[in-house]
């Protein structure tokens, strides 16, 4: 498993890199446009991510952005809908506007407010297949 964590909080970070090693790979970047960089070059590796964490409130491009960005992308490669990448959305907003732009702009699996709880990723990752 390749899992791709978005997050410019350090803490958050360190946090999700914790729950999710146990399971698979993880790498890290601080902002929207290493995100959409990352998940990029995975595919064109032909080394896709499984599972994506994103952050929304992120500097150069937030997380709304990057989410639209990285569907639009497996849009262009052929991907159908139901082969996307499974992406979380993490945030310390859970306002509505903020989870409507996430699910019905965006294209998220999942929307989590934090603190993140390790029992909702691990509950996540076993829903989807996601552990090894």
Do not use: W
Request: aromatic content about 6%; glycine content about 6%; some cysteine.
């Amino acid at each position: 498993m390749r899992f791709l964590i978005v997050e410019d909080d350090l803490t958050s970070r360190r946090l999700l890199e914790k729950i999710l090693e146990p399971y698979g790979q993880c790498e890290s970047v601080v902002n929207g446009r290493e995100a959409v960089e990352a998940f990029s070059r995975a595919l064109e590796e032909k080394r896709p991510f499984n599972l994506v964490c994103m952050d929304i409130m992120m500097p150069e491009m937030d997380g709304q952005a990057a989410l639209k960005a990285i569907r639009q992308t497996e849009k262009d490669r052929g991907v159908l809908p139901k082969d996307e990448v499974p992406v979380i959305m993490t945030t310390a907003l859970d306002t509505p506007r903020e989870v409507v732009e996430a699910f019905y702009r965006g294209g998220c699996t999942e929307y989590m407010v934090k603190p993140i709880e390790k029992r909702k990723v691990l509950d996540f990752l076993r829903e989807h297949g996601l552990m090894t």
